[in-house]
């Protein structure tokens, strides 16, 4: 009789262990499963993109900033890049595999001859242990792949994830991501690396909390003064050498 018991109570937990399992590997998400439970919350914006295409339709082969909060927030983009050509299609909260789900609606209908790039930041604050950046990098190669293949003489400008106060304990994490996309850009034609956390410290290193809001993660307007003080020199070269090329194809047309 104790033996018969003993066998039931061994069994019972093996399958009580194997049924937790199972939950437990139902319940785990792989990014792109976030990306589109995620869907509801950004459709709000893609709606309001597609309204303003149909009033204003832009022009195909411009320059088009892509990302985050960081850049959506950045309202003001194309008056501070002006005269270049700007269109703003950033969308608050994104994440790297929120930019490979929505790449034929951000990307595809503009076919921008240059992108500027910034996510990453919410791959590396979700969640209670963080994700390796090297996961996260590869979601921004997978979109610079992408991008090549519909495209392959766009250019890319990566804007480096800024290391905010919010996130001191993952600032680690948020350097090992730029320095994997640093690396990248230096090594791939077209690519861009530009690195943003110079203007976020003073003299001293410490972060300048003047700049940010009281989320610590987000910015006031000075910040994005200084973004483009950094940004828009290398754009405008980039922007620059893409005309000089399609000068030189029309000329050989």
Known sequence: MKTWLARFVVITAL?????????????????????????KKYEPEFVAF?????ASPPVPGKILFVGSSIFRRWTNVAEQMAPLPVLNRAFGGSRTADQLARFA????????????YYCGSNDLKAGAMVEDPAAIF????????????????????????TRSPDRVERW???DHYNALARAYCAATPHHTF???????????????????????????PPAY?????????????????????TAAQAAVR
């Open 105 to 116: 609606q951000v990307v595809t209908p503009y076919a921008p001859k240059v992108i500027v």
């Open 50 to 54: 597609g309204e303003a295409d149909r």
């Open 225 to 245: 003064v200084e973004f483009a003080r950094i940004i828009k020199p290398v754009l405008t070269r980039v922007w620059t050498e893409v005309e000089a090329e």
């Open 15 to 39: 399958f009580t262990w194997a049924g937790s399992s199972v939950v437990i590997a139902a319940e785990k998400k792989s990014p792109e499963d976030d990306a589109a439970a995620r869907w």
């Open 138 to 161: 590869r979601r921004f190669r997978q979109f610079s792949e992408r991008v090549r293949a519909a495209q392959p003489t766009t250019r890319i400008i990566f804007a480096s994830s």
């Open 172 to 174: 680690e994490q948020v």
């Open 194 to 220: 530009v690195d943003l956390n110079p203007a976020l410290v003073d003299r001293n290193g410490h972060p300048r909390l003047d700049l940010y809001l009281a989320d610590k993660l987000h910015f006031h």
